[in-house]
């Protein structure tokens, strides 16, 4: 929140429009960094949603899956262990359904790290300390890794951004993020079975609808679909989710069979029945 000294001065600020289109969402604008266009196909997409989905972007795949098992590894302790050192007086470490300071809930579980080296290494020392050596190197080695990686990401991108806004200069925004006082955060969102969710009154949800206060957000989608596949692809459980000989709950289905039954569902029933063999 920004407070003003005079608050005579709120009618000199200009309202900026908002960009309205007539066509209908057809998807997640997908944006090849590799593409001689993709600065112009960049802005489009932020001028009409606001989000968009990067390929080619050169964060190596094994270095996102490292990440991901050791996240796995650390949300499959036991709760005594987690909620140990949990910054009890800080917002950052290991956090369960309460999320910020407002009263926020949500059915998730998460770890919540500043992302300059000197901070990520006192979280890491402070709130893994009671786990064993191994397991705190390896955890901090994977994060630090990706956190490079995916930073650098991000600076290409608001680059980019600038460079397509003809702004100079061109680190105009990613100096902001690369200022060793930046205020970037990263978490780790997990989103633990949650029986209550077949109970016909439940209201609980994963994270929630927020705004996030950051210059740019970049969100890694590990499990699920974000925006949805085309209509008429056949879904499927991943092959690296299912144990040797594990067989699938659900008969296969495409996407518009889903959203057609979903939406003759309420939010809380269990979408999914109808599929099942």
């Not at 960009?19 to 600065?39: A, Q």
């Not at 995916?150 to 608001?158: D, G, R, T």
Request: glycine fraction near 6%; aromatic fraction near 10%; proline fraction near 5%.
């Amino acid at each position: 929140m920004v407070v003003l000294a005079k608050p005579a001065s709120l009618e000199q600020i200009s309202i900026i429009k908002t960009h309205t289109s007539n066509n209908f969402f057809t998807g997640v604008p997908v944006i090849d960094l590799s593409r001689p266009d993709s600065k112009a196909t960049m802005i489009k997409a932020c001028m009409e949603l606001g989000f968009f989905k990067v390929v080619n972007h050169g964060i190596p795949t094994g270095l996102v899956s490292r990440l991901e098992a050791e996240a796995v590894k650390f949300f499959s302790l036991s709760q005594v262990e987690k909620e140990r050192d949990s910054g009890i007086h800080s917002p950052f470490g290991y956090g369960s359904k309460r999320i910020g300071s407002n009263g926020d809930v949500g059915w998730l579980e998460y770890l919540l790290m500043q992302t300059n080296r000197e901070s990520l290494s006192r979280t890491s020392q402070t709130f893994f300390r009671a786990n064993p050596d191994a397991f705190r190197y390896e955890t901090e080695s994977a994060v630090t890794e990706y956190l490079s990686a995916v930073k650098k990401l991000a600076c290409e991108v608001l680059e980019m951004m600038a460079e397509g806004l003809n702004i100079q200069p061109r680190n105009v925004f990613s100096k902001l993020l690369m200022d060793e006082e930046s205020d970037s955060l990263f978490r780790l969102n997990h989103y633990p079975p949650c029986p209550q969710l077949q109970e016909v009154d439940c209201k609980l949800t994963g994270f929630g609808e927020h705004t996030d206060p950051q210059i740019i957000s970049i969100l890694r989608v590990s499990m699920i679909y974000f925006g949805g596949p085309p209509y008429r692809e056949r879904l499927a459980p991943l092959p690296l989710l299912m144990g040797e000989g594990e067989e699938s709950l659900y008969k296969e289905f495409t996407w518009f069979e889903y959203k057609t039954s979903a939406y003759k569902t309420r939010l809380a029933d269990n979408r999914l029945g109808q599929f099942m063999k």
